[in-house]
């Protein structure tokens, strides 16, 4: 009897399958060409040190080439081509880190791009001195004016409680006198402030140092655009006692944390609340999209500090990008022929939400009580057996929608055919006789002992869908570790933030090379006739000199080696 063979045993196999299908979805009616969103994330790098922080930024360092943490300035050039090619309307370079720290990649961008609206996200720490706050917004005017089309650029200045620790009043104070000293008439120049509800460090700071000032409420979810609609949910305006007026923007806190407890339902309540009251109130329900007020829709992406670019809350671990060796054209062409990303793009959280709940609501729970927006693709794909469910699912609804060359589908192979012809029950049944699980992934990873004791820490706190036998396995592995020995602690913070924020492996370095050195050609011309005769040419022009039989011989033969070679490892060839 021929065994039946279930493709959650070995669901990544599947969904390679199904990803090198280039024509298997049809283009549907949205075409998504309107003006587009782009968030950047210049470094990792902060040094602020906020009890908050999303990213958990640490001190920035001076490590030469760094991209795994921040722009180098090959990246800055990529990222300028990316942005310009993807008809950007809105940028906001943002942190990730502290992005004034990239001094001359953020000018660069703020000279180069070509957006209508650029906000500038900061924590303020490079004003904490007013005279390098002087010269540094005397840059930024400067990198304004070099532009060669007119944009309205805006600094937001977070303050709170966790800024406050070692900024205090300090970035707030000077920026707000010498907004109002020197760019008050300056509408293409504009500083803003943002806050968080019921952190009342702004209103002291106010009351402190601008006496006698007044606050507006702004009419409820207004955009921040006059093209794109981003929208602000809570907004207000202070005006000074000199008549300067700055808009103030107010978020709900996220909580976030990289261990919820998923066994304590009550200790993750609010965050999920937050997490769903953000998603519906800023995004609609679409975060990888945005609307613009000509009716057309355009992408909302996310370029991170190693150069990993998705759309927004859209990142899947087995599909990344990189602007270092991936063009705009194939990052969009790659992201809309993925059936788990498309449907984001096209369809939504919502959706997303509902087909992930039908094999691991717990998994849908997880992604939002973490509370970090940017992680919630990857968490909900950390499973493979998860990605390949969710992209049958996907291409079912697909076929219905008419969306399927047919053709394609003939060709796929029969144990996907016999998959997308099952129900939703019949297909959630076969998931979870899936023989594939969390731990089978993490014992497969090339990882430290530590990153697995991370893994059964976030096991016991209910992250994974794993049986008993399961968390036991984990368990005598961990007790086998510590048996040996454990390496060296480092700060755990950093290590679950890299276990979601994972660099794309490059094809040239994953293909050829055991590490990132560059390797340098040198390659000297085909055989002249003074080469043969033992003379020198120098630098007379006027000596005529040609190649040999022998040279041209040569030159062919080294064309045909670099072909082979693959030009994708030559840059900047001279021949
Ligand atoms: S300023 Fe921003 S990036 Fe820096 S520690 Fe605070 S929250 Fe993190």
Redesign the pocket.
């Known amino acids: 009897m021929v065994k039946k063979i279930n493709i959650f045993d070995n669901p990544q196999k599947y969904r390679e399958t199904i990803l090198q299908q280039t024509d298997l979805i049809v283009p549907g009616k949205s075409k998504f060409d309107g003006k587009s969103l782009i968030c950047v994330f210049l470094t990792s790098y902060?040094?602020?040190?906020?009890p908050?922080?999303?990213?958990?930024?640490p001190n920035p360092k001076s490590i030469d080439n760094d991209t795994e943490n921040k722009f180098n300035a090959e990246t800055v050039d990529k990222f300028i081509s990316f942005a310009n090619e993807a008809n950007v309307g809105y940028l906001q370079i943002s942190?990730?880190?502290?992005p004034f720290l990239e001094r001359e990649a953020l000018l660069k961008c703020v000279q180069e791009i070509r957006a209508d609206r650029i906000i500038l996200v900061?924590?303020g720490?490079w004003a904490f001195n007013k005279l390098n706050a002087e010269k540094y917004l005397a840059e930024i005017e400067q990198a304004i004016s070099k532009r060669k089309t007119l944009a309205r650029v805006s600094i937001r200045l977070?303050v709170s409680e966790?800024?406050s620790i070692r900024l205090k009043e300090r970035p707030l104070v000077n920026l707000l006198r010498l907004f109002e000293e020197k760019y008050r008439d300056n509408e293409n120049f504009t500083l803003q402030l943002k806050t968080f509800e019921g952190d009342n460090t702004l209103v002291n700071y106010l009351n402190k140092y601008f006496h006698g000032y007044s606050t507006q409420e702004v009419v409820k979810n207004q955009s921040d655009d006059f093209n794109i609609i981003k929208i602000m949910p809570w907004k207000s305006k202070i005006t000074l006692t000199s008549g300067y007026g700055v808009i103030v923007g107010k978020t709900r806190v996220f909580e976030p944390s990289l261990k919820p407890n998923l066994n304590d339902e009550q200790s993750i309540k609010n965050t999920i609340e937050v997490f769903d009251e953000d998603l519906e109130q800023s995004q609609s329900n679409y975060p990888s999209t945005v609307f613009n007020r000509d009716g057309t829709r355009g992408i909302d992406w996310i370029v991170e500090y190693n150069g990993n670019v998705c759309t927004w809350q859209n990142r899947v671990q087995d599909n990344l990008l990189n602007i270092s060796e991936d063009g705009y054209d194939k990052v969009l062409r790659v992201t809309m022929q993925d059936p788990l990303t498309l449907s984001f793009v096209e369809k939504g959280a919502t959706y997303r939400d509902q087909i992930v709940s039908e094999i691991s609501p717990r998994t849908v729970k997880l992604a939002k009580a973490v509370g970090i927006r940017d992680y919630v693709g990857t968490l909900l794909f950390q499973n493979e057996k998860t990605r390949l469910y969710y992209t049958l699912r996907v291409l079912q609804d697909y076929i219905k929608d008419g969306r399927i060359d047919t053709q394609v589908i003939v060709s796929l192979p029969v144990e996907i055919k016999n998959a997308l012809n099952l129900d939703v029950e019949q297909l959630s049944r076969s998931y979870a006789r899936g023989r594939h699980s969390m731990l089978d992934q993490e014992f497969a990873e090339e990882q430290s002992d530590i990153r697995f004791n991370d893994f059964l820490e976030l096991a016991e706190l209910g992250h994974y869908d794993l049986d008993k036998a399961d968390i036991d396995r984990a368990r005598k592995h961990v007790e086998v570790i510590r048996s040996v020995g454990q390496e060296q602690e480092i700060n755990q913070d950093r290590r679950l933030t890299k276990r979601v924020m994972k660099q794309k492996k490059f094809n040239w370095f994953v293909n050829n090379q055991t590490s990132r050195e560059k390797i340098i050609h040198l390659i000297r011309h085909g055989e002249t006739n003074f080469n043969v005769e033992g003379r020198l040419k120098g630098q007379n022009e006027s000596i005529q000199i040609s190649f040999t039989e022998r040279g041209l011989s040569q030159i062919n033969d080294f064309s045909n080696q670099l072909r082979e070679y693959g030009t994708e490892r030559t840059t900047n060839t001279t021949i």
């Open positions: 902060c040094g602020v040190g906020c908050f922080c999303f990213f958990k930024s942190g990730g880190g502290e900061t924590s720490s977070s966790g800024h």
